[in-house]
């Protein structure tokens, strides 16, 4: 029986809360299942362990997750500690450390939950959204002189390589390809970028030719956010840089009804690294320790992270005991309107995956 080593890292705030959650339901799908198993380790890294050791991980964390089948993170950030630092301390160092270059954040609107938008029905918004994770804007190169001074000066260079480009464009048109629209939209900015995104553009035509059964399409990222609301049945798979791609997939989770629910994959698609999976939410402070998160977003990141895995009859078992779940007001957390806590989701969650299963056998 094949047994999967995954590194858990809750972080700060909710994360402390969901990744437990996530944990629990993998334990118990595979419990029901029988045919795999998972070996957690856990690592408490982030906020708490910055004030003990005045770092988010330690300098060797890296080698302490390079042989784990996949990683399970929970979010990192701190009202103590500056947001630059929690980031670039903990999840851009496993991110970048082990160039999880593609970023994939799918959005759907889940049965029993309502979009904001008053026209589009639910078949109308089903998107993946290809983020290029490891250079653009958050490459992390440029600095600051004169600091204190008048003249000081600061600068955040986005910086663009032709192989960092092609790799990601590549990734996304493949995937594309490979859902039912096979339709692409390349998010830009060359109007105003005259530099790095007219390159972006440029491989993107080249990319194409090797995909010519994919449709595909070059939006620039401001009109896209006007597609997304006006026009979100013409968009399918989507590709923008680290930074237009961020802010793009936090536009989708909210069209989509809560950020709460919207997973994500840091994919090393050539597999040298483990990848990441996550909830997109952040640490939420306001509601941490309450029992009041929404653990979907992690269930759902728990999908992704089997279906990266090879296990898609579990990954498919386990979409449709969070869509039973979510169809249910009853069991929708406060950012959805609703009044269930963490553990009600959770165990409604995993009491649908025991029944599903027993069902599956006696059908059998
Ligand atoms: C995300 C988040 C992060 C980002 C934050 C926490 C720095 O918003 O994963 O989308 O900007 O990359
Ligand atoms: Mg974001």
Redesign the pocket.
Known sequence: MKTYRIACIPGDGIGKEVIPAGQEVLAALAAARGDFGFDFESFGWGGDWYRRHGAMMPADGLDALRNKDAILFG???DPDIP?HI??WGL??KICQGFDQYA?V?PTRILPGITTPLARCKPEDLDWVIV?ENSEGE?AGVGGRAHQGHPLEVATDVSMMTRAGVERVQRFAFKLAQSRPRKKLTVITKSNAQRHAMVMWDEIAREVARDFPDVSWDKELVDAATARMVNRPASLDTIVAT??H??IL??LAAALAGSLGIAP?GNLDPERRYPSMF?P?H?SAFDIMGRGLANPIGTFWSCVMMLEYLGEDAAAAALMSAIESVTANPALHTGDLGGKAKTVDVTRAVIDCLAAGVNGNRRAA
Do not use: P, Q, V
Request: aromatic share 4%.
């Open positions: 979010s990192a950030g947001d929690t980031l999840r851009l970023n954040r983020r958050y680290n930074l791609a961020d997939s936090d994500t996550e997109i952040g």
